[in-house]
């Protein structure tokens, strides 16, 4: 399925939720922020989200430093 993210175009399988496209992404749960379709979900909803056709995803990641 073709969806958006952080305004690229790319490709995942269907019935790809949020958890599984971090996982995809190789980013750390613990150290990002995820929006779908302009709606911020939570993180302990995310294995449940699953993300379809078309859906914008915006995922925003924290970094430490000093």
Not at 21 to 35: D, N, Q, T, Y
Not at 41 to 55: F, L, N, P, Q
């Amino acid at each position: 399925m073709d969806i958006r993210l952080n305004g690229e175009g790319r490709t995942f399988p269907p019935g790809t939720t949020l958890y599984g496209l971090v996982e995809a992404l190789k980013l750390e749960p613990e150290r990002v922020a995820i929006e779908l379709d302009r709606l911020i979900v939570k993180r302990e909803r995310w294995t449940a989200t699953t993300i379809s056709e078309g859906a914008e995803v915006e995922i925003v990641m924290f970094v430490g430093g000093g």
